[in-house]
């Protein structure tokens, strides 16, 4: 079989030296070779040919447990000062079957217990993204369960400017505790006054506890309206993320809460610090952050 693939190969050599003089399928015709045997002999060759960068390509897929797509590891790959067409990458990631998860749509997790009469408008009427840190922010809560019935929340406050983690809590009980102890991290940064903090209509964020925290800040309240999901976006597209990569497909790998927990710490360790986004020039949010320098 050995020597069959060493002449096949051989011949497909000859025909490509010889396109330039002779139409393709007369070539073909001589050489007693199908088009589909000629064109799988000349992409096998460039692929022969481009072993170290599919190496490179297969590396950053098992380093990010196959969570980037052909446009995130051509970025990986600029920075690191390869030249290379993103197209290229898709076709060598296609030749080696790295392909992303395919997960199902599951329920989402709402906090929505019912209207407490108007809080607030709508500030950002799905304009999410800011020119600069801490301008518009966003939160929400969402719910992971496991196999064995146990619950844990996560309650995150997401930048607009960068999509960067700036505060969150994790719970087994999305309570008002688990709200302030969120809020209270906001304290860290020097001014918080004209930030707009964006979130749906949950029971936590109608309590008058948390109204009066932001106003004591100069943070002024934004709400989406009643059953609009899309008005906070990218509080979603996070939610939708994160388990999506550490999360859906790997619920047996936790054998309880605890090691969930963990596990959620280290994802948004791993999503503010390493991983990079297209949108952000190939950048991970705590890079672009720092390389803006307007932080």
């Not at 950002?124 to 969402?142: M, W």
């Not at 309880?256 to 710490?265: P, R, S, V």
Request: aromatic share 10%.
């Amino acid at each position: 079989m050995k020597g069959i693939g060493n002449r096949r190969s051989k011949k497909a050599k000859v025909i490509e030296r010889l396109r330039c003089q002779f139409p393709l399928a007369v070539l073909l015709k001589v050489a007693k070779m199908s088009r589909s045997t000629f064109y799988y002999q000349r992409s096998h060759k460039k692929d022969r040919q481009n072993h170290k960068l599919m190496k490179r390509i297969k590396e950053i897929f098992d380093q990010h447990h196959g969570n980037y797509g052909y446009r995130r590891i051509t970025c990986v790959l600029h920075n690191e000062g390869m030249t290379v067409n993103h197209k290229k990458v898709k076709r060598l990631m296609k030749v080696m079957g790295l392909f992303g998860k395919v997960i199902r749509k599951r329920n989402r997790y709402s906090s929505y217990r019912g209207a407490i009469g108007k809080i607030t408008g709508n500030e950002i009427n799905r304009h999410f993204s800011a020119d600069q840190p801490r301008k518009k922010v966003y939160t929400d809560v969402t719910e992971f369960r496991l196999n064995n019935g146990e619950k844990v929340y996560l309650s995150p406050i997401l930048d607009g400017f960068n999509g960067e983690i700036i505060a969150y809590d994790i719970s087994t009980s999305p309570d008002l505790h688990q709200t302030f102890n969120m809020l209270n991290q906001l304290d860290q940064y020097e001014s918080l006054n004209g930030m707009i903090l964006h979130s749906d209509q949950g029971w936590q964020y109608q309590n008058a506890a948390y109204q009066r925290f932001l106003k004591e800040r100069g943070i002024i309240q934004s709400m989406s309206r009643k059953g609009n999901s899309l008005d906070n976006g990218l509080m979603e597209n996070f939610f939708s993320v994160l388990k999506r990569e550490m999360f859906y497909g790997y619920e047996d790998q936790y054998k309880n809460t605890d090691e969930l927990i963990q596990a959620i710490h280290q994802y948004i360790q791993y999503y503010n610090n390493d991983r990079i986004k297209v949108k952000l020039k190939g950048l991970s949010p705590v890079q672009y952050r720092t390389q803006s320098q307007v932080a």
